[in-house]
Structures are given as structure tokens and as C-alpha cells.
């Protein structure tokens, strides 16, 4: 199982970026797909996450200025960033859980992308 992270790259605050996550070798229609994103000396953080249902959920921090979206079986999860702002600089990590058709915030992810950067500039 592969996920492939794209789209990343450098952009004025005020602008967007549309990231993508390609999965291989299974589908998660019935898992979580999610996107978090650690910066320089911070935790890693819950940016956004897709369920099984569609349901979306965001961290509060993106919340209003970014979107996840995903195809029926969860081969593609995109995240759309606007208004992007320096904070938001970080490399970026798609996930997918290996638990069906469970989702907690906090639960842990089997599989995960190998990160994009994210670079906002003031």
C-alpha cells in the first residue's frame, strides 16, 4: 500500500495550493483518509479528515479556509488551502486508517504518505 503526496510549493500568504494524495494496493471507502501537517518544532496536527460516509472534519486552525475532498473509494484525497497564511507552513502528510468504518480524533493511522512542503511567504 502506497500513498503519494503531491502539490506542494512555495506561495504568497492570501493564496492556494491544492494538494494531493493518490492511493495504491487497496481502497479506504470504508476508512478515514486524512491530512495533517507537522511545522519546525511543532507536533504533528490534524488538518483535515474524510470518513467513510463523506463526513469532514477540519482542525480549528483551517477550518473555513481549507477543503478535503475525495473520490467514492478514497483513491484520491485532495486538500484545497486557500487564504493560506505564513502559520500554515509545514510539510504536509496524507494518512489512511486501517480500522473499518471507525473514526476518533485521536486514533492512529496505519499508512502515510511521505510529505509535501508547504511554504507560505509573507
Known amino acids: 500500500v502506497q500513498l503519494q503526496a503531491s502539490g506542494g510549493g512555495l506561495v504568497q500568504a492570501g493564496g492556494s495550493l491544492r494538494l494531493s494524495c493518490a492511493a495504491s494496493g487497496r481502497t479506504f471507502s470504508n476508512n478515514v483518509m486524512a491530512w495533517f501537517r507537522q511545522a519546525p518544532g511543532k507536533e504533528r496536527e490534524l488538518v483535515a479528515a474524510?470518513?467513510?460516509?463523506?463526513?469532514?472534519t477540519y482542525g480549528d486552525s483551517v477550518r473555513g479556509r481549507f477543503t478535503v475532498s475525495s473520490d467514492q473509494f478514497r483513491t484520491t484525497t485532495d486538500l484545497q488551502m486557500d487564504s493560506l497564511k505564513p502559520e500554515d507552513t509545514a510539510i504536509y502528510y496524507c494518512a489512511g486508517s486501517n480500522v473499518f468504518r471507525y473514526y476518533d480524533e485521536k486514533m492512529p493511522y496505519a499508512y502515510w504518505g511521505q510529505g509535501t512542503q508547504v511554504t507560505v511567504s509573507s
Open positions: 474524510v470518513t467513510w460516509t463523506g463526513t469532514r
